[in-house]
Antibody, heavy 124, light 108 residues
Framework: QVQLQESGPGRVKSSETLSLTCTVSGGAISSYYWSWIRQPAGKGLEWIGRVYPSGSTNYNPSLKSRVTMSIDTSKNQFSLKLNSLTAADTAVYYC??????????????????WGRGTLVTVSS | SSELTQDPAVSVALGQTVRITCQGDSLRNYFPSWYRQRPGQAPLLVIYAKNNRPSGVPDRFSASTSGNTAFLTITGAQAEDEADYYCNCRDSSADHWVFGGGTKLTVL
């Protein structure tokens, strides 16, 4: 079955750039949107953004100025870059498949598969 | 921008029915999806597309909406349902998605 695995540094310095990669195994990365979501310790989930195999992206307005997402279909991977880090960016970062469903009257998108998450700590 | 509001905590007696709410203007236009998150685990999709359950999710989970409020109902709550529950929905005005703050469900 399709599985997602995040990878990247567990600790990054304040003001630097975080780079994370999500590797998709067991299925093709094409034909789906893919997302990053994060969760500070003890807090709720925050959608960061989504990327499509064409390279098209949408970002959370609160993070848009600092986020870049990209996708490499040849490697079945997609990536997140978040710059100008502060302690507030310390969180577990999840990658997820952003699935779509349409009926006769509506369409909806939802996160049907998730990676296990990777903890990123921003230190000064 | 759009916000989704959830009660921080709800409790239910074992075997009873509990309803978890999610409020927000975007719910007037879009159905939310719902996720369960147990401690130390990644979130798990439990409801999508109005009221559909992924394979493996028990049929005691159901969803509905009314106006700007969405409901996740667990009929006959079990001990393993104790977890945090999040709603998620598209923002009405743009191509981005928002999570509710989450509801911690305690099964007594």
């Amino acid at each position: 079955q399709v599985q997602l695995q995040e990878s990247g540094p567990g600790r990054v310095k304040s003001s630097e750039t975080l780079s994370l990669t999500c590797t998709v195994s067991g299925g093709a990365i094409s034909s789906y949107y893919w997302s990053w979501i994060r969760q500070p310790a003890g807090k709720g989930l925050e959608w960061i953004g989504r990327v499509y195999p064409s390279g098209s992206t949408n970002y959370n307005p609160s993070l848009k100025s600092r986020v870049t997402m990209s996708i490499d279909t040849s490697k079945n991977q997609f990536s997140l870059k978040l710059n100008s880090l502060t302690a507030a960016d310390t969180a577990v970062y999840y990658c997820a498949r952003f699935q779509g469903y349409c009926s006769n009257t509506y369409c909806q998108k939802y996160f049907d598969l998730w990676g296990r998450g990777t903890l990123v700590t921003v230190s000064s | 921008s759009s916000e989704l509001t959830q009660d921080p905590a709800v409790s239910v007696a074992l075997g009873q029915t509990v309803r978890i709410t999610c409020q927000g203007d975007s719910l007037r236009n879009y159905f939310p999806s719902w996720y369960r998150q147990r401690p130390g685990q990644a979130p798990l999709l439990v409801i999508y597309a109005k009221n559909n359950r992924p394979s493996g999710v028990p049929d005691r989970f159901s969803a509905s909406t009314s106006g700007n409020t969405a409901f996740l109902t667990i009929t006959g709550a079990q001990a393993e349902d104790e977890a945090d529950y999040y709603c998620n929905c598209r923002d009405s005005s743009a191509d981005h998605w928002v999570f509710g703050g989450g509801t911690k469900l305690t099964v007594l």
